[in-house]
């Protein structure tokens, strides 16, 4: 749960100026209903997202503007649709490879210090000092080198103005998904949903969003790779989250 789909779920019960305070997750569970709550299924759901709202500052200054002009769920989609269209693509392809270049930046810097390959006055740096000092100071120069890579800052400089694009994409995913349980647009609905959420893998193993995907693909009758989800985050040692 985000700003735009608190705001319209709970908009019966939870008073608008009050949405994204974290005082107020205890209340907003009993204000989503029905379905919000068959949605999420996940004791403690909306207290952990109050959480990752407060560390996210960007998607809060973008969602929380359309609270005063979003009275429904349908209105919801209409207001978000153009944003995720206009920017999911360019966020996911930059965002995607500067995840991979940092894992890739990373494993080499390491390797260095490890090697003895690096730069002579971090290794001599780090024979001087205390293991767990020495650790921490060996993690603190792989972070300036990788930040300070021109390929990384070019990516960066491509998908941070727009990061707020993954959490507007799992909203109107949830809010597709929320709509698709009444109405003749529920096969058109739920193929959106499942559009969203397989493209937001490509940047986010989020267990719970698998779980989204999962029931989406029951729902649209293709229950073997609902099954396989499934299966995957058993073995994988995420299965508590199906309970």
């Not at 500052?57 to 429904?72: E, I, Y």
């Not at 994409?169 to 709509?179: G, I, Q, V, Y």
Request: with cysteine; hydrophobic share 40%.
């Amino acid at each position: 749960l985000l700003p735009v789909f608190q705001a319209v779920i709970g908009a019966d019960g939870l008073p608008a100026q009050r949405v994204g305070q974290p005082e107020d997750a205890p209340d907003l569970e009993c204000c989503l209903g029905a379905r919000g709550q068959r949605l999420l299924r996940l004791r403690g759901e909306v207290t952990r997202a109050y959480r990752r709202l407060q560390a996210d500052r960007a998607t809060f200054r973008v969602l929380s503007g359309l609270r005063s002009t979003v009275a429904d769920l349908e209105e919801a989609t209409k207001v978000l649709r153009p944003y995720v269209a206009a920017n999911l693509e360019t966020y996911l392809t930059n965002y995607e490879e500067w995840l991979k270049r940092e894992d890739s930046l990373r494993d080499r810097f390491y390797k260095q210090l490890s090697n003895g390959s690096a730069d002579k006055a971090i290794l001599s740096r780090l024979r001087r000092l205390p293991e767990k000092e020495a650790d921490r100071e060996a993690d603190r120069w792989v972070r300036e080198k990788v930040d300070a890579d021109p390929a990384m800052r070019k990516l960066a400089a491509a998908w941070r103005p727009i990061e707020a694009t993954q959490s507007a994409a799992l909203e109107l995913a949830l809010a597709e998904l929320t709509l698709a349980q009444g109405g003749n647009e529920r096969p058109a609905r739920l193929r959106e949903a499942e559009r969203l959420f397989v493209q937001l893998r490509r940047v986010s193993s989020d267990p719970h969003q698998e779980v989204q995907l999962a029931q989406v693909y029951f729902w649209l009758g293709k229950p073997d790779e609902g099954q396989k989800i499934i299966e995957t985050l058993e073995k994988g040692g995420d299965g508590e989250i199906l309970l």
